[in-house]
């Protein structure tokens, strides 16, 4: 790997023949387009949130240092933009006149509006620009390092670098364009945005179970991602299909596991519907994560919805309540026991022996109150189920 400094290059000459399109990661081209400014490795832009686009405009006119942009050579005369990608969009989107700054009583000024003096400050500021040359591994490699300072990557633009190809070009133009209509659709379900990267990382987590090198590798020279966009949406369709009502819940959720365990049982969306208002605005039920896979599963594994238990006073009140209801009749204060014929039929159990149980199930309508609360050797109750 060879790097060699160039402090010659002006902002005018750096983003002459500046063009910018506003689908990410293609047409960003300066140096009279010889430079590549958005190489398909590379994160989108990220800095378009009038606050850190401006501070680099900011930097420039009041002298600031824009720190070091690095360049990787491609060929004689061509380049493509290693670090310094969000930097160079900014200056060449203001000079384009998509976005203004403000001045110091809160007026908007575009680049067109700014006094001459102003203006040529911006074209005359020099950037230091380090010149690389190297293989694709090494550059890729030096591109992960100098990419931990700032605004760290996240693990998919890495993987985005390391298997850069057509694969990767189709990949982040369908799930990285913070412009594709179904974004707000997918959001729903998913974490995160496209544009750093959320969507495409869920979708090749989804397709290759969990094996996202892997899966990357194998497919870097495809030019279509068929299968993965198929199987993504198939996923999402079902969801949405299932349960008609979107909850914020259910963001996150691992749809994917859903889908291959459920995705052959009949449901009737109505029902679920129904089931599902239900369970949120039941009081007892605290996960309300868990409502979506209770409801799949057949309303089995209650545990997903972490019931809210009893409290320790209502345990306690329960436990001195039979306790003395059996003081004077030789017979546990285990409900269970005391009806057994077993060693355990006379057998008064300390506090910490016992467990809590709804007398009534909480699935067939039982409250978490002391009326429905019963106190149940740990055997007994974990051997009642949701009788």
Request: with cysteine.
């Amino acid at each position: 790997m060879q790097a060699e400094l160039n402090t010659d290059i002006t902002i005018k000459e750096l983003c002459k023949g500046f063009i910018y399109n506003q689908s990410e990661g293609k047409g960003l081209f300066g140096l009279s387009g010889k430079l590549t400014i958005q190489p398909e490795y590379q994160r989108n832009y990220i800095y378009a949130d009038g606050k850190r686009d401006a501070a680099v405009i900011d930097s420039i006119l009041k002298g600031y240092p824009l720190g070091l942009i690095y360049f990787n050579k491609t060929s004689e005369d061509t380049f493509e933009v290693l670090d310094g990608q969000q930097r160079i969009t900014s200056i060449g989107r203001y000079l384009t006149e998509k976005f203004p700054i403000f001045d110091e009583n809160n007026n908007p000024q575009y680049f067109g509006a700014l006094p001459k003096e102003k203006r040529d400050k911006i074209f005359e500021t020099k950037i230091l620009v380090y010149e690389c040359e190297g293989t694709e591994a090494e550059i890729k490699e030096w591109f992960k390092t100098i990419n931990i300072a700032g605004i760290p990557l996240v693990e998919q633009e890495l993987l985005n670098a390391v298997y850069s190809g057509p694969f990767v070009t189709c990949a982040k133009e369908y799930f990285s364009n913070s412009r594709n209509t179904s974004n707000q659709k997918w959001s729903c379900y998913i974490n995160g945005t496209a544009d750093r990267q959320d969507f495409l990382e869920r979708a090749l987590q989804w397709v290759s179970k969990g094996d996202v090198s892997d899966y990357m590798s194998r497919h870097r020279n495809d030019d279509h991602i068929t299968e993965l966009k198929d199987y993504f949406n198939s996923v999402i369709d079902w969801a949405s299909t299932i349960f008609t009502d979107i909850k914020k819940q259910m963001k996150g959720l691992e749809w994917a596991r859903l889908y291959e365990t459920y995705k052959n049982t009949p449901y009737d969306s109505a029902l679920l519907s129904e089931k599902v208002q239900q369970l949120y605005s039941d009081s007892y039920v605290k996960n309300k994560k868990g409502v979506f896979e209770y409801l799949l599963g057949g309303e089995e594994n209650t545990r997903l919805l972490d019931v809210r238990l009893f409290d320790e006073k209502t345990k306690k009140e329960a436990y001195n309540r039979q306790t003395n209801e059996v003081k004077d009749k030789d017979i546990s204060n285990c409900p269970f026991c005391a009806i057994g014929n077993n060693s355990n039929k006379n057998r008064i159990y300390k506090f910490e022996d016992m467990e809590a149980d709804h007398v009534k199930a909480w699935t067939k309508g039982g409250s978490t109150t002391i009326e429905n609360c019963e106190m149940l050797c740990t055997m007994h109750n974990r051997s009642k189920g949701n009788k």
